[in-house]
């Protein structure tokens, strides 16, 4: 009764032009490069670990930037709805 045990078949689509590296069929985040808690790390407690320590070390420039965005934006915002400034000044 050889029908009865059979071997699943395995599927290995290989492209018949496809001269790349790797599977192009992969499908993966355009970040996942750059990201340190995505890989082979194995464990809840080391992807927590790996979180934790990107965390730290935060780049300070992006802060700044956002912080320049953010006041520039609030200005522009003042402007046009045409705040009067002279209201946190005493004579």
Known sequence: MGFLKRKNKKFEYQPR????????FKIEHKLDKFRTTTG???GLKSKFNEAINDLKNVDKGVNKT??????FLVLIFLFI?????SIFFTK
């Open 17 to 24: 032009y496809y001269k790349g590296e790797g599977n192009p």
């Open 40 to 42: 082979n790390n194995k």
């Open 66 to 71: 956002i912080l320049y965005i953010i006041i």
């Open 81 to 85: 709805i045409d705040f009067d400034l």
